[in-house]
């Protein structure tokens, strides 16, 4: 298992607590339980952990995969720069996050699950991986070059005198127009 | 649409069966739990969520019994060797195995959502019931104990806790609470570790990770022993509608008894032991196998990265003395296979090989068919090339039981090293057909996908020449990808009325696109041409 980027795993565990999150926290609120105010705290930890999770990252080797319709989620996550691109930030902010999920029975699967992601996120952060954003790539096309503007003024070299001459006896197929300008006006 | 029902017909029809089997054990346990008198009490204190709650237990005891089964390989392996004698297209089925145990999965992992959250319904009523938040019969019914003329409804027996931590308490100190929570963190990591962009990355966390089945089934099996699904036993003595507005004079009064109650039994190891036992098997089966000697022939290594293994097992049926295996660097841990074999000294044993199998597969049926058309994309050339040998071998032998009259065999190779793989196979395929004027049997065109300029001008140079630049072979190599509709048309054109299997061994991307293609050209009226499509997954 050399070359496996935890993070990969890290990011499908927790968005599924994220969303497991978000369920329980509205059972409890929508079912008025003891303690809904967890509940309600859950139902906005799992939207803010499902929104930053939602973006993959681009893989350090091999092909990425995006999400559909990730690409608004990249471009917001990109602009916290270094809170998001660092795992062990992300690692200690999912174990933050998940310990109020704990006081409350539907919302504990929730949290023991972001509570595992954020151990796969500290096993990829000791390893070294980081955060990069899937962004499209821009086909840089070259400058057109400047001789396309100017035309040779000067007519192609004729062919030998020996072919010539036969073009001679024809004047009229021998002439030829240009199809375009070949001045700038 | 009639195309259509040639390739789906028979897989549409089983997943409709299978959907009307779970909708009927939905509904049917809602209506008992929901119905049933002896379920009275228990629904004043829960109302319709029992009925929620076990509704989708009875669907999860289903699935988990069926999802094993698709991965019981050499159960398959069985059930498709018996099928030889008669039904293809049952036996096709079988190569559908691990669609099934997704689909499976999902519907598991459903009802495990629903009846999760009903049971986080249940714990909070009961804990409010408990706690005399609701009306006077609640409470009654929950202070029924396990005394001496008593038992107990209401699961939650403790009252002296902070109300808001009871349900989590109850949750860690029940047997039903804790094996849930257990075996359905189980089951969220298997999911997420399944995922595809996980699966085709790094398998082994897929693996590893999937081997979280074994909490799932022990935990699943002991889930339900504490019996707290409480149904009233006496129902003879303590008439519910009677005594229902009487609860303070319940145990004063001879026509109202203490209701007495029982917990129903835990059903779930009925439904999931025949096939735990069949897995189990499976396992220990390979364990045996992987015991077995395996004694490595020859190590070559191919051009394209490609490592070759000639070995030699007992007992296993071959037509050569020996089997082999080609393997293609893919990824770290076929590098470092072939790191290992590079550095072997010429002729020693290579390091302990455990050979699971054999395992029927798609390929096999090649034969059943009249026609065949066998697509290998790179590396998955390999079940044809075997299946190639093996035509040679039946060739030499007259073999009666040869049905297949015509085989066109297609190769997409990105790079010209790769057809160094087997072109002495099929240089000596070619040999044979000529010797015995049979050009007609065998028609195979070789693909190189990733051609470029240098190939063209030396192509170019070559030209008048008998055989091939690239392979040496008559038939000359195309360049490029084939157009497939020219192909089928082909194929369809020289086939009529006939039954063509299509086999493909390669990435999804070519499957959809020849499944599609199949659909197309295939006819259900039986003077026209079928195409039936087959893939080998590896």
């Not at chain 2, 409804?153 to 902070?162: A, D, E, G, Q, V």
């Not at chain 2, 037509?319 to 393997?327: A, L, N, P, R, T």
Request: with cysteine.
């Amino acid at each position: 298992m050399g070359k496996i980027e935890w993070a990969m795993w890290a990011n499908e565990q927790a968005l599924a607590s994220g969303l497991i999150l978000l369920a329980g926290g509205i059972v409890g609120v929508a079912g008025q339980f003891r303690g809904w105010e967890f509940a309600a705290y859950a139902v906005a930890a799992g939207v803010f952990v499902c929104l930053l999770e939602y973006p993959r990252s681009k893989r350090a080797k091999g092909t990425s995969v995006e999400r559909s319709g990730q690409y608004c989620f990249t471009v917001c996550v990109k602009a916290f720069g270094p809170l998001t691109r660092n795992y062990y930030v992300r690692a200690f902010l999912h174990a933050a996050i998940c310990v109020p999920g704990g006081f409350m029975l539907a919302t504990v699967l929730g949290c023991v699950c972001l509570g595992i992601a954020s151990l796969i996120y500290l096993a990829a952060a000791i390893r070294g991986e980081h955060w990069e954003p899937i962004l499209p790539r821009k086909d840089v096309r070259k400058p057109v070059a400047e001789s396309i503007k100017n035309p040779p003024q000067n007519p192609p070299p004729r062919p030998p005198p020996e072919t010539r001459r036969k073009q001679a006896k024809d004047l009229e197929g021998a002439a030829y127009d240009n199809p375009s300008s070949v001045t700038d006006d | 649409m009639g195309n259509k029902i040639v390739n789906y017909g028979v897989p549409s029809f089983i997943i409709v069966v299978w959907m009307g089997i779970n909708i009927f054990l939905f509904v049917w346990y809602y209506l008992f739990y929901d119905r049933g008198d002896n379920f009275f009490y228990t629904r004043h204190l829960l109302g319709s969520a029992l009925a929620w709650a076990r509704a989708p237990a009875a669907v999860l005891n289903f699935n988990c019994m069926l999802i094993l089964l698709p991965v019981c390989r050499n159960l398959l392996s069985l059930i498709r060797g018996s099928l030889m004698c008669c039904s293809r297209t049952m036996r096709r089925q079988m190569d559908r195995n691990l669609t099934f145990h997704k689909l499976v999965a999902y519907m598991i992992a459903l009802m495990t959502a629903i009846h999760m959250v009903a049971h986080l319904l249940n714990v909070e009523w009961y804990n409010n019931s408990r706690q005399g938040v609701y009306d006077e019969l609640s409470t009654t019914l929950s202070d029924l104990a396990d005394m001496e003329n008593t038992t107990y409804l209401n699961p939650i027996r403790t009252t002296n806790l902070n109300p808001q931590q009871i349900p989590l308490y109850f949750a860690f100190t029940s047997i039903a609470g804790l094996t849930g929570i257990i075996i359905t963190l189980a089951l969220i990591l298997m999911i997420t570790s399944s995922m595809e962009v996980i699966r085709r990355s790094y398998f082994e966390v897929f693996w590893y990770t999937h081997h979280l089945f074994v909490i799932f089934f022990a935990g699943l099996v002991i889930h339900g022993i504490g019996g707290i699904v409480r149904r009233q036993s006496n129902m003879e003595e303590h008439n519910f509608t009677l005594c229902k507005d009487q609860a303070d004079d319940w145990g004063k009064i001879p026509e109202c008894p203490n209701p007495e109650f029982e917990g129903g039994p835990a059903a779930t190891w009925m439904w999931v032991l025949g096939p735990m036992i069949i897995y189990a098997a499976e396992r220990l089966l390979r364990l045996i196998r992987y015991v077995q000697n395996v004694q490595y022939r020859k190590i070559v290594m191919r051009p394209s990265k490609v490592l070759e293994l000639q070995l030699v097992k007992k007992g296993f049926k071959m037509e050569e003395d020996f089997f082999s295996v080609h393997i293609r660097s893919a990824g770290d841990w076929t590098d470092k296979l072939i790191e290992i074999m590079q550095k072997l000294p010429e002729g020693a044993q290579g390091p302990k090989m455990g050979v699971d199998g054999p395992f029927g597969t798609a390929s096999e049926d090649v034969f059943d068919y009249e026609v065949s058309m066998l697509v290998g994309a790179g590396i998955g050339v390999t079940p044809f090339a075997s299946i190639l040998k093996s035509i040679w071998y039946r060739f030499k032998d007259n073999d009666p039981k040869l049905r297949t009259r015509k085989i066109y065999f297609y190769w997409l190779c990105r790079e010209t090293h790769a057809f160094e793989w087997f072109a002495d196979l099929l240089q000596l395929l070619e040999k044979e057909m000529e010797q015995r004027g049979l050009w007609d049997f065998l028609t195979y065109k070789l693909f190189l996908t990733g051609w470029d300029q240098s190939h063209a001008d030396h192509v170019m140079v070559h030209f008048d020449e008998d055989t091939d630049v690239v392979t040496g072979l008559k038939q000359k190599t195309h360049y490029g990808r084939p157009s497939w509709d020219k192909e089928f048309e082909q194929v369809r054109r020289d086939n009529p009325a006939s039954v063509v299997g299509m086999f493909l061994c390669g990435p999804a991307a070519l499957a959809n696109v020849l499944e599609k293609k199949c659909g197309k050209y295939s006819d259900v009226d039986p003077r026209r041409t079928k195409f039936y499509f087959n893939k080998e997954n590896f």
